[in-house]
């Protein structure tokens, strides 16, 4: 017999990794993650196709548009393809943490990572660097399932949103972070250099997913107990099959000789078997969530605000550059994001946590401050000020990243802990595959038709009210 114990216990974490050394290095992996976001988007990195004019005088393209000569819908689909690999990814990773170490599976996926934003900076064709786009996705899969519920487990009970908080306070961040990064390298150097760093930058982390000693979850038994636990049911199934012997290089089975061949096929049929045996409670735990009335309204509400914010970080740049001919419009939305993503994020799990944390206040959070910031952000690309459309904008996005925290907290605690990681990788795929993924190549389209970017601003913020009003469905 196995005691009871150990099927519930984590393993003892190891003295020098304390909860707030854990958020650092998520913080740090987790803004490197989105630097290579806004890295490609930058006007450094994604650069401007070739245009000729009437006369038939041509200025030659820059960044991967102008290498490749894309189209806006094909530059589009560079940010498609790296969500497809995420959204696919993403709730195998979530229904692997519970056979494998979900630390392992983190240092797996980083790996991945580096190995792809290496392979970007490499890129020979349009297709190439797709592809590699795509396989970013599938590592940053790994770290964006399980690392919020690291955090959740460990950050104290009455900071729990505010660490949220502190960890999604890396998305504008590193955004933005990626478009001055983008802008400076692509601009001084070649856009090629930006993946290459990031690649070098992560490198350490995925290396450090290995050599550490793992953390386990919360609602999950450690790796070695399950192994002991099918050890003993193994040996116990040998044992008690008294009708079992070997006789003359045949297994007999309960009086019957089955050769070692049709055994082995039976083994095969057996190892089908057992892999159904997982796709069904993998089955079982999503149908769960899709019943969850308030776990979808959620998710629906994220899906709308993401596809507003996907397209937002894609096209940003490009945008301001044609509405407002700014000079350096990678700098400006740059720093525009990086301060109000700071305040924004944290402003949100801080309000909640004293509002006090529940589901009911998040979706009133949720809802009043993506209501407010639509407003703020509608208005200011009305208007034809470049500075006044710099503090309006400024204010909107203050007011919607204070989403980030709530939205998160909601996810994790409207489910039972064991569902925590396919909680976030559903949300992540819904989010993905239903908002920035068709996004930023539908505004493309958009643009190519209407040839207006202010108008095509316009139309893609009035979906803020859309998640506004799904939220406040939610409270």
């Keep these: 017999m196995v005691p009871s114990s150990s099927t519930k216990d984590p393993p003892p974490t190891p003295s020098w990794f304390t909860p707030k050394r854990l958020l650092i290095i998520f ?113 940053e899969a790994s770290f964006i399932s399980l690392a919020a519920p690291f955090i959740d487990d460990n950050a104290p009970v009455s900071q729990k949103t505010a660490w949220l908080a502190m960890f999604y306070m890396c998305i504008p961040t590193g955004v933005a972070l990626g478009y001055v990064y983008g802008g400076f390298v692509g601009g001084h150097f070649h856009w090629r250099y930006a993946f290459w760093g990031e690649a070098l930058l992560m490198l350490p982390f995925a290396v450090f997913g290995f050599v550490v000693k793992p953390l386990q979850l919360k609602g999950f038994c450690s790796v070695e107990s399950k192994k002991a636990l099918t050890s003993v049911e193994t040996v116990s199934a040998v044992t008690d099959d008294s009708d079992a012997s070997k006789l003359d290089g045949r297994i007999l089975v309960g009086g019957d000789g089955v050769i070692a061949d049709e055994l082995n096929k039976t083994s095969k049929s057996v190892g089908i078997h057992n892999i159904l045996n997982q796709f069904s409670p993998f089955a079982k735990d999503v149908k769960v969530l899709l019943v969850d009335q308030v776990y979808v309204i959620n998710v629906f509400g994220y899906i709308a605000y993401n596809f507003v914010i996907g397209a937002y970080s894609y096209w940003g740049p490009k945008a301001g550059y044609n509405i407002y001919h700014m000079k350096s419009a990678d700098m400006m939305f740059g720093g525009i994001t990086i301060v109000c993503g700071i305040l924004g994020t944290i402003s949100g799990g801080l309000i909640l946590d004293r509002m006090s944390a529940t589901i009911s206040n998040a979706f009133i959070l949720l809802s009043g401050a993506t209501f407010l910031g639509a407003i703020f952000c509608f208005v200011a690309f009305c208007l034809r000020s470049l500075y006044g459309f710099i503090v309006l904008f400024a204010v909107g996005e203050l007011l919607v990243f204070a989403t980030q925290a709530p939205v998160n907290y909601v996810c994790l605690h409207c489910v039972k802990p064991s569902l925590r990681p396919l909680s976030m990788a559903i949300s992540t795929v819904s989010i993905h595959i239903f908002g920035d993924v068709p996004s930023s190549p539908l505004v493309g389209v958009l643009q190519d038709h209407v040839n207006n970017w202010r108008e095509t601003a316009l139309v893609l913020t009035s979906i803020f009210f859309l998640a506004a009003g799904i939220w406040f469905i939610g409270k």
């Design 27 to 139: 913080c740090v992996i987790n803004m490197i993650n989105y630097v290579d976001r806004g890295a490609i988007a930058s006007n450094g990195v994604n650069g401007s196709i070739r245009i000729c004019d009437d006369r038939g005088i041509c200025t030659s393209g820059s960044g991967i548009q102008g290498e490749f000569d894309l189209t806006n819908f094909q530059d589009g689909l560079l940010s498609s393809a790296f969500m497809v690999g995420l959204l696919a990814a993403s709730p195998i990773f979530a229904s692997l943490a519970k056979s494998h170490n979900p630390f392992r599976l983190i240092g797996v996926g980083l790996s991945v990572w580096t190995l792809a934003a290496a392979g970007c900076g490499s890129a020979f064709s349009f297709w190439f660097i797709a592809i590699c786009r795509m396989l970013v996705g599938v590592g």
